[in-house]
């Protein structure tokens, strides 16, 4: 019967285990969303969304830069 004792060992082991790494991810997910919504990086993400929709110079023909009234 040291067998099913051993068995059941590593069962309540395994449990522990899967317990804290949820705990672990809980409070790294917690971590993350707190760090993205603090408003000291409101200025680099508002930045960071406005770069797809801003112009390339290096990318835009000198010629199109010209603008004609």
């Known amino acids: 019967m040291t067998g099913g004792r051993a068995m059941q060992h ?13 705990a ?8 993350i969303a707190a760090w993205a919504w603090s408003g000291k990086r409101r200025e680099s993400f508002d930045a960071a969304a406005r770069a797809p929709l801003e112009e390339d110079p290096a990318l835009t ?9």
Do not use: C, D
Request: neutral net charge; proline residues 7%; without cysteine.
């Open 61 to 69: 023909p000198q010629r199109n830069l010209e603008r004609v009234p």
């Open 10 to 22: 590593m069962q309540e082991l395994y449990g522990t285990l899967s317990g804290v790494f949820t």
């Open 24 to 31: 672990v991810l809980i409070v790294l997910l917690t971590g």
